[in-house]
């Protein structure tokens, strides 16, 4: 992420806009869910997009995509945690795909913690946690990806920025 599109983050209304971008998410359906290059966790959101984006034509591309590689994140049920970044591969993908066709109804981000916690219909309840050496890294903590080919970033450190997904 560029230095000059970084927007910083110094108090909770910082995130007014992220949060307004993320609200599109309200009443989507969790489509597919994946676990890409990296160990980067995928959640679809939305419908699958015919059109040609920023992938080649053999992976899909959907109006939504929530992505994380690099921050611990956790799944839970009834608030109690039934996954994390930190299991297996095989184990990940196995209680990821509980996702696919719930609703999503709700969702917090936190300050200064920078968390986002997505709340779907069937109590299933994703966070993803920042910690203090993901700062230090060079990834984000957490990426959306929206059906105008926008990216929102969050992290690393106090920063978000709201680009075009379609140009580097």
């Known amino acids: 992420m560029s230095e000059?599109?970084?927007?910083?983050?110094?108090?909770?209304?910082?995130l007014n806009e992220v949060r307004t971008v993320?609200?599109?998410?309200?009443?989507?359906?969790?489509?597919?869910?994946?676990?890409?290059?990296?160990?980067?966790?995928?959640?679809?959101?939305?419908?699958?997009?015919?059109?040609?984006?920023?992938?080649?034509?053999?992976?899909?591309?959907?109006?939504?995509?929530?992505?994380?590689?690099?921050?611990?994140?956790?799944?839970?049920?009834?608030?109690?945690?039934?996954?994390?970044?930190?299991?297996?591969?095989?184990?990940?993908?196995?209680?990821?795909?509980?996702l696919k066709g719930t609703r999503i109804t709700d969702f917090k981000v936190t300050f200064p913690q920078l968390a986002l916690i997505v709340i779907f219909n069937n109590d299933y309840e994703l966070a993803i946690r920042p910690t203090l050496e993901d700062a230090t890294q060079e990834l984000a903590y957490w990426q959306l990806f929206t059906p105008t080919m926008m990216l929102l970033e969050v992290g690393p450190g106090p920063f978000w920025s709201y680009t075009r997904a379609d140009i580097p």
Not at 4 to 14: C, G, L, M, T, V
């Open 4 to 14: 000059e599109k970084r927007r910083a983050i110094k108090q909770p209304s910082d």
């Open 22 to 98: 993320i609200s599109g998410i309200l009443g989507k359906f969790c489509t597919a869910t994946d676990l890409g290059y990296g160990e980067e966790l995928y959640i679809c959101i939305g419908n699958q997009l015919t059109q040609q984006g920023i992938r080649t034509p053999e992976i899909p591309l959907y109006e939504w995509e929530l992505a994380s590689r690099g921050t611990y994140w956790e799944l839970a049920k009834s608030k109690r945690t039934i996954v994390t970044s930190d299991n297996s591969p095989d184990q990940i993908i196995e209680n990821i795909r509980r």
